[in-house]
């Protein structure tokens, strides 16, 4: 059973990067068959793509976040991060790390959520 | 970006009755990539349905998917108890997306 745990501030000031990350356990992140990705969700609203990276290092990003958005990985700890920098209020949400299933592009497992909350 | 508009915004009904959640894209969306899937409060969203119309590992028979291009359809044949969720709709075309949810309430 694949489980993905999030970990990072849950308060971030404003202007400054937002660092998560996310561990995996029971698979392996270098499986060629997913795409490791985030999503959050802002509070009472959908799901929003961050973005996602393969195991090879190849990434992709919601345009609207592309600029401030960067995901990483580490093999050697089974973990993928993610960083977003400039945070605004507008950033507060809780973020979840993921697995994308590229049999059919849909997410299959999630991790439970973290909210990072920026203020000052 | 292919927008997702999924309708009613909520849905009440009482237990044993059936739901039906829609899903409208703003161009076609290739069936193989359409997802639905259940949240509830405080929880991560969980999958239930696959390409459109296949059950996910534990999804019980009486959710179904169904449509294809740009209208897609969530049924829930007998609503249970623990079916009282948000379900969102997503689509993967060049990049994912989602709908903005459905509130299924008790009446």
């Known amino acids: 059973q694949v489980q993905l745990q999030e970990s990072g501030p849950g308060l971030v000031k404003p202007s400054q990067t937002l660092s998560l990350t996310c561990t995996v356990s029971g698979g392996s992140i270098s499986d060629g068959g997913y795409y490791w990705t985030w999503i959050r969700q802002h509070p009472g609203k959908g799901l929003e793509w961050i973005g996602y990276?393969?195991?090879?290092?190849?990434?992709d990003y919601n345009s609207s976040l592309k600029s401030r958005a960067t995901i990483s990985l580490d093999t050697s700890k089974n973990q993928f991060s993610l960083k977003l920098t400039s945070v605004t209020a507008a950033d507060t949400a809780v973020y979840y790390c993921?697995?994308?299933?590229?049999?059919?592009?849909?997410?299959?497992?999630w991790g439970q959520g973290t909210l990072v909350t920026v203020s000052s | 970006e292919i927008v997702l508009t999924q309708s009613p915004g909520t849905l009440s009904l009482s237990p044993g009755e059936r739901a039906t959640l829609s899903c409208r894209a703003s161009?076609?969306?290739?069936?193989?990539?359409l997802a639905w899937y259940q949240q509830h409060p405080g929880q991560p969203p969980r999958l239930v349905i696959y390409?459109?119309?296949s059950r996910a590992t534990g999804t019980p028979d009486r959710f179904s998917g169904s449509g294809s291009g740009t209208d897609f359809t969530l049924t829930i044949r007998r609503l249970e108890p623990e079916d009282f969720a948000v379900y969102f709709c997503?689509?993967?075309?060049?990049?994912?997306?989602f709908g903005q949810g459905t509130k299924v309430e008790i009446k």
């Open positions: 161009q076609s969306v290739n069936s193989k990539y």
């Open positions: 993921a697995r994308i299933s590229l049999y059919a592009y849909y997410v299959d497992y």
């Open positions: 997503q689509q993967y075309g060049s990049s994912p997306t």
């Open positions: 390409g459109a119309s």
């Open positions: 990276i393969y195991y090879s290092g190849t990434t």
